[in-house]
């Protein structure tokens, strides 16, 4: 199986878990962990540029998991967390994992959170280095093991 088609099929199946979950995926900690991830992930390379921080702003707005929240205040919470990294990534990153962090009490919401990053990531077909070791580092501040998750 191409690698492609290996991501695809992970990253649908994380979709998939998540959304079972849902109901149980309410806290404010899952709601600010998953918006920090979701920044750390698109700012993995350092850089988020205006495209690409619309289209994982879009990702988040109609991922169904995470329409438990209000759509203008994840957004709110994303772009926060995409300005700490933009303005000094290695800075900015130390707060944003003390967000992702935030979700740790719960291993449920631990994990989904480690399965948006990985959603997110794979959204464009392509799941690279930076984004999984963005992802790795999450999986440690959240106390999981990161081959749970294959990274």
């Given at each position: 199986?191409?690698?492609?088609?290996?991501?695809?099929?992970?990253?649908?199946?994380?979709?998939?878990?998540?959304?079972?979950?849902?109901?149980?995926?309410?806290?404010?900690?899952?709601?600010?962990?998953?918006?920090?991830?979701?920044?750390?992930?698109?700012?993995?390379?350092?850089?988020?540029?205006?495209?690409?921080?619309?289209?994982?702003?879009?990702?988040?707005?109609?991922?169904?998991?995470?329409?438990?929240?209000?759509?203008?205040d994840l957004r709110r919470r994303f772009d926060e967390n995409v300005d700490k990294l933009t303005a000094d990534f290695a800075f900015g990153k130390v707060s944003v994992l003390q967000e992702v962090a935030k979700a740790k009490k719960k291993p449920a919401e631990a994990r989904a959170v480690i399965q948006i990053g990985i959603v997110i990531g794979g959204a464009d077909g392509d799941f690279d280095k930076d984004e999984q070791a963005v992802v790795r580092e999450a999986c440690y501040a959240l106390e999981l093991p990161p081959h749970e998750f294959d990274l």
């Open positions: 199986m191409a690698l492609w088609d290996r991501l695809k099929d992970t990253a649908s199946t994380m979709q998939a878990q998540l959304t079972a979950k849902k109901n149980d995926l309410t806290s404010g900690a899952f709601r600010d962990s998953s918006m920090a991830m979701c920044a750390l992930v698109a700012a993995a390379d350092g850089t988020v540029d205006a495209a690409e921080r619309q289209r994982v702003a879009q990702l988040i707005a109609t991922n169904e998991v995470l329409q438990n929240f209000a759509a203008d």
